[in-house]
Nanobody
Framework: QVQLVESGGGLVQAGGSLRLSCAAS????????MGWFRQAPGKEREFVAA????????YYADSVKGRFTISRDNAKNTVYLQMNSLKPEDTAVYYC???????????????????WGQGTQVTVSS
């Protein structure tokens, strides 16, 4: 069992920045890959970014590449999502999730993730 708690969401103007955190507990954090997803009102959940066990491999959705950075601190059992140059279309509830293995081909498939956090709201005003 893994518990995930996201934080760091809020209201920001377009062009601003936020850093989301996801604190994990319950299992050895460094033994699994992590991902961030988001879901806007009326839309399906979409993949944002993923990171491998040790943090050496990352993968981003095209819509956030160059603006968002995923990282992790295994000593703190925490994964981060640094979001810069935010746009109104980034407005969504952001979720972190656990995946038992890292494979670039499958990291964007939310159905393959085992545990999810409760989400944190990010709102970007124009």
């Amino acid at each position: 069992q893994v518990q995930l708690v996201e934080s760091g969401g809020g209201l920001v103007q377009a062009g601003g920045s936020l850093r989301l955190s996801c604190a994990a507990s319950g299992r050895t954090f460094s033994s699994y890959a992590m991902g961030w997803f988001r879901q806007a009102p009326g839309k399906e959940r979409e993949f944002v970014a993923a990171i491998s066990y040790g943090g050496g491999r990352t993968y981003y959705a095209d819509s956030v590449k160059g603006r968002f950075t995923i990282s992790r601190d295994n000593a703190k059992n925490t994964v981060y999502l640094q979001m810069n140059s935010l746009k109104p279309e980034d407005t969504a509830v952001y979720y972190c999730a656990v995946k038992g293995d890292y494979s670039r081909a499958t990291m964007s498939n939310g159905a393959l993730y085992d545990y999810w956090g409760q989400g944190t709201q990010v709102t970007v005003s124009s």
